[in-house]
């Protein structure tokens, strides 16, 4: 910056700093817009999603786990039932867990084993 020696170039120094500011104000404005419309929950949760719908890997342990819960469920409902039983209950608790855990580790060979059931009762062959 220069040396302002006279009333007019401070003046004119004085305007330009002005401008410079508004500037500035504007960015800032826009800035902040831009950061909360991101941190909405509705943009939250759909850049999260955004993020997990681009990795195939991160969707099929998705899809393993999901479908290894909902097994271990349906087997804990299978054997207790009704039953007011605690040790059936708590058979019930075990093996749910024993079976989503082991599900959700293969994958793999729960498909293979599904298409293999599938192709045997449908009658299809290769």
């Known amino acids: 910056m220069q040396k302002i020696t006279n009333a007019t170039e401070l003046k004119l120094a004085i305007q330009s700093m002005e401008v410079e500011q508004a500037e500035s104000v504007q960015l800032l ?5 831009l950061t909360y419309e991101s941190l909405k929950p509705v943009n939250l949760i759909r850049t999260t999603l955004k993020d997990i719908s681009s990795e195939p890997a991160l969707i099929g342990s998705l899809i393993g786990t999901t479908i290894g819960m909902a ?5 804990k409902k299978i ?4 039953s007011h039983n605690i040790f059936r209950k708590i058979f019930g608790s075990l093996l749910q867990f024993g079976v989503a855990d082991v599900v959700a580790r293969n994958p793999d060979a729960l498909k293979s084993a599904g298409s293999f059931m599938f192709k045997l009762f449908s009658g299809k062959k290769d």
Do not use: L
């Not at 097994?71 to 087997?75: A, L, P, R, T, V």
């Open 29 to 33: 404005k826009a800035q902040f817009r």
């Open 71 to 75: 097994g271990g469920y349906i087997s």
């Open 79 to 82: 054997v207790v039932g009704a």
